[in-house]
């Protein structure tokens, strides 16, 4: 079963998360960013441009000019490999564990996988602060969502289903 619905991050831009069901113990919930926005790419293309005409003017160099659109591609390309999430996805099989992929928008791919022996529970952590104690025994905390920043609503959904599969691990584990 799959379902999709809309939320918003912390800036009020719009998020789709989709949810699937495969089973009672394992689901994935997709967490969709808007694309690359043309109007942003143009406004910081022209800007470097024309500040680099503007020099090329002062300084009659032709090389401030080349310099500037080389920049310009390449400060596009790592952009788009290295910055831009389009797309943050978390699976949770109860039996196996959570993995957490991130895809770019050049099409890159970046997974983490926590054994599900590893985990001790799922939480909404609204802030976070710097303390070097660690709260409660927790000696880490992994973080989803980390570039969608969704808001609360959204989190909450997310939290509601993972629990469920938590306690289903559990009641499971200690059936005889």
Known sequence: MEDEQSFSDI??????????YYSPSCREFCLSCPRLSLRSLTAVTCTVWLAAYGLFTLYENSMILSAAIFITLLGLLGYLHFVKIDQETLLIIDSLGIQMTSSYASGKESTTFI???????VVINEAIYMDPLEPHGISQVVPVFQSAKPRLDCLIEVYRSCQEILAHQKATSTSP
């Open 11 to 20: 800036c009020g831009g719009r998020l789709a998360l989709q949810r699937r």
């Open 115 to 121: 054994e599900m022996g590893k985990v001790k529970d």
